[in-house]
């Protein structure tokens, strides 16, 4: 039996076990959007007959600066939609499909992606196939910055094929969520949050494999990963803390790495900040990121962003160009979402 073959099995013998011991969950909405700019009002919702559809959307007009080279600006356009149409039949099953599309211009590069899954869904979790590679980490990552913040480096490297199949399902204070991909890797993860009296609390931890292929662009590395997030929220304040181990295995080197990722963010009347730091190692080379965000709400979906990126990774290893991010970037923008 192939090595893939041993973990297509292990991983359909796991979800069946999960599947069976699942009666405590429900099935929740579906969402595709993997991307840095997230959806944050209520979609707009219609019925057409006993399908209920629902679109949002989010349209960003930015302007950046390479701060170390202040004479290049990139003036863009990112806009990304969702829609999702879900029923529900006679045996109280809920069924759907999602569509996610992004169009962004980057200098002289425009281009569209896009990510369509279908989904079941009952007492027992949901079922999700399709473009489903972010389904885990969307479930177990730490919060994302304000305003236009990404810090770099805040996960594993290694990434799932686009297509497979995924499982969510919620028991009571804890959400579990598995997915697969064609090349038989696995990625699960789990959440629990709960609040305690005028404070939540939310941890999370994953396990992953992929592929990651190095700044070379020829050298591909299967991975292994474990991570871990402890979130604290008070009142409009959360704090947040990651960390993380990573194993990259080829034929030209066997690399080690691990990381550390903290923030904090905070809503002060019409503003929002937020500040975020990465430590990490590979192979006792440094790679080291920070953000810091601010957002105004102007109306109703209408706000201005800001954010300043920093990172920093230029590692080497047997020869091999692992990672040569080394960038400070300041981008301003008007971001409209509905």
């Known amino acids: 039996m192939t090595r893939n073959n041993q973990k297509l099995l292990l991983s359909t013998v796991s979800a069946t076990a999960l599947l069976g011991l699942a009666t405590a969950a429900y099935a929740d909405g579906v969402s595709l959007n993997y991307e840095r700019l997230s959806f944050f009002e209520e979609p707009i919702a219609t019925e057409v007959g006993d399908v ?15 701060l170390e080279n202040r004479t290049r600006e990139d003036y863009n356009f990112t806009g990304n939609f969702q829609v999702n149409a879900e029923t529900q039949t006679s045996n109280q099953l809920t069924l759907g499909a999602t569509y996610f599309g992004q169009y962004a211009t980057e200098d002289t590069d425009d281009h569209y992606t896009e990510n369509v899954a279908a989904y079941v ?3 027992w979790g949901t079922v999700i196939g399709g473009n489903v590679a972010g389904i885990v980490r969307e479930e177990t990552r730490r919060a994302r910055g304000v305003g236009n913040a990404e810090l770099n480096f805040d996960a594993t490297y290694g990434e799932l094929d686009d297509l497979g199949a995924s499982y969510v399902g919620r028991y009571g204070p804890v959400v579990l969520s598995g997915t697969i991909d064609e090349d038989a890797n696995v990625e699960v993860g789990a959440m629990f949050q709960r609040p305690l009296g005028n404070k939540d609390y939310r941890f999370t931890g994953r396990y992953s494999e992929g592929t990651y292929v190095a700044a070379d662009g020829s050298t591909v590395f299967d991975t292994r990963g474990v991570g871990a997030v402890g979130e604290f929220v008070y009142g409009s304040s959360t704090f947040d803390l ?15 790495r691990w990381y550390v990722s903290t923030g904090a963010q905070t809503k002060l009347g019409v503003v929002g900040l937020s500040l975020e730091g990465h430590y990490g190692e590979v192979e006792r080379q440094e790679e080291v990121s920070a953000a810091f965000g601010a957002q105004y709400d102007i109306a109703r979906g209408l706000s201005a962003n800001l954010g300043v990126n920093y990172s920093y990774a230029p590692i080497t290893v047997n020869g091999i160009s692992f990672n040569d991010a080394q960038e400070t970037k300041g981008i301003v923008s008007l971001r409209y979402s509905f």
Do not use: Q
């Open 52 to 66: 209920t559809l629902e679109f949002r959307g989010t349209i960003d007009l930015p302007v950046s600066v390479e």
């Open 121 to 123: 869904g009952g007492v």
């Open 242 to 256: 990651g960390i993380g181990y990573e194993n990259f295995a080829a034929t030209a080197a066997d690399v080690d």
